[in-house]
């Protein structure tokens, strides 16, 4: 199984997604999928401009020479494509978006109407399925109901499957180094490389897994004064 993530994330490597990621594909690495991690914000990626050239002028092709069309056939070649980014304003952030704004070559112009909704016809005969990952600020699981939304919306407008969403919130702890809540990262990143191998191996991620990772890293209310205090004291200091 070829994975590729494309990471959205405008700090890279840097990131919290990524610490997700990285935990994700060493699971999957153990249990035999060939993964790749692309970080969209080193690549040089023009917006779209809606010319429709790569529909009616050279089918198939964008007229930007970037390094889209490259990333087009890594996208093309792996059997899931991860779509990695932090929450930002509710939603992916625009480094991811704009990318996904540039697959539009990979379907036809001509539409198809399916299950009472009409979408564009596939270019190709093999797409890859989607993973979602993400990560926010805010301690409510509730904060991601824009973004589980889109990317469900997504899978059925390029007519793949959504096969799994791991949504990290208070994911800014994940990078913080403090005694108490070391091992609670560990943890928790234990249990995103046990999803990673399961999903590889069985295709799916068990219900008790799924539940374990939407858990919150600490009680929400410790986490709202914790927050708010490590403001007041930097703030203070300037
Ligand atoms: C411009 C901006 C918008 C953000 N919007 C949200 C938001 O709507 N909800 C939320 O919970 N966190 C929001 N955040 C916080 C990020 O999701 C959080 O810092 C995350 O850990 C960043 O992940 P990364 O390190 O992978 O980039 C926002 C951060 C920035 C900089």
Partial sequence: MKITVFNGSPRGKNGNTNRIV???????????????NIFLVEKNIEHCRGCFN????????????????????????????????PLYTDNITSILKK??????????PNFEYVNGETRHVRRYDRYPDYIAISNCGYPEYSQFQVMTRFFDRLARETNVELKLEIYRTMGELLKIQHILLNPIVKRYLKNVERAGEQFVRDGAVDEKLLRKLKEP?????????????????????L
């Fill in 217 to 237: 890293l600490i009680p929400e209310k410790m986490y709202r004064d914790k927050t708010n205090a490590h403001w007041d004291k930097k703030l203070s200091r």
């Fill in 99 to 108: 990318f996904l704004e540039r697959i539009l070559p990979l379907v036809k």
């Fill in 22 to 36: 990285e935990s994700f594909l060493k699971g999957a690495e153990k249990a035999g999928a060939e993964a790749e």
């Fill in 54 to 85: 790569c529909w009616d002028t050279t089918p198939g092709k964008c007229v930007h020479k970037d390094d889209v069309e490259a990333l087009h056939s890594i996208f093309l070649a792996s059997d899931i494509v991860v779509l990695a980014s």
